[in-house]
């Protein structure tokens, strides 16, 4: 099928992720994003703000998208900022887009947000979710960006008769520079002040996360579903997990990462240790490595979010989640999560982002 990719949030860790899928699979690639730095290698760029209706207007006038890929978010302090913001992209650019009326698929980016509720309830309500989680599992009777932004989609969908899928990662793997939310380059660039300064790479999470089964999502087995999902008949209108295909436990996998990096390491003791806090006098250290190695970002803060790797490990309970409904419809891909943050790591360090 000729696929005309409108790829929305074009330079983010997921957007990189399914723009690179699409590149592969020789479909002609629009990606919009404010800035151009990050964008992938045959994709083009469209520089646009999404905040503002005209600016995203006069960034689609002219093109005929066959599919588009939903995967920008803009961070709010608040849930109900989150959801009249991101709400607010997913309606302004398929409004912007349905005069064309050339759109046959609408992707969106979610996450197990909707599972876990968003970050200011997140997996503290009382009420904690059951795991693996299922995609068959109800909404939570809690706001949440993610649901506001499907409705918009189905609504759209049924409005303008184009098929939609909605794709709910867990933490994604994958390179993005000064984006929100990377636990990989924040892993990364953790482990690479740690070895410079000899300090121990300190498991900064909870017990249940230490000791209970994960999983996560690589950007490529991300963007692959979404590729997937959108030019196979039996997989349109339907809602899916994804995530790699295996699972771990932290206290098996951060001993190895601490092996790639040559650091010692330290498991979960008797409480969380966020990053948040062993990493907030380390700005200046990465400045100074940053000349040393000659590295190709010298703020710390757009390499690592330890925000959101403290909230991630911090959880009070495993989380792990349920492939069957793409696998069954034919979804096969799998990718082991050791050698995704090793790639990850090797990348990184190749394109000079740590040394
Ligand atoms: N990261 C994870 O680990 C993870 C895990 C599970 C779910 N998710 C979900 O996945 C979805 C996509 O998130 P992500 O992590 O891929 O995001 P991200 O890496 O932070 O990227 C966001 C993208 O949106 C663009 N963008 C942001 N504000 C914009 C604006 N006003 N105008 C135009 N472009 C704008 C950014 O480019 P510019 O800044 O240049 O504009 C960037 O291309 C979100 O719903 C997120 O919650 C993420």
Redesign the pocket.
Known sequence: MEIVALVV???????RGVSQELINAGARVYG????RKGIVLGVEHIA????DTASVGKAVRGLKPSHVYL????RRPSEEENIEVNAGIVRTLLDAVAPAKSVKHVAL?????HYLGPFEAYARSGLLPPTPVREEQPRLAVPNFYYNQEDEVFAAAKREGFTWSVHR????IGK?IG?????GSTLAAYASICKELGRPFKFPGSAAQWNGLSDMTDARVLGKQLVWASTTDIAKNEAYNIVNGDVFRWNWLWPRIAKWFDVAWEGFEAAPVPLEGQMADDAEVWKTMATKYGLVESDLWRVASPWHTDLDMGRPLEVMTDMALSRKLGFRVYQNTEEAFHDLFATLRAERVIP
């Open positions: 949030g074009a330079t983010g860790i997921a957007g919009i994003s404010r800035h646009a703000d999404l905040l995967a920008a978010w803009s980016v979610t996450g197990l947000k990662p867990h933490t994604i993005a984006n929100a939310m990377n636990m």
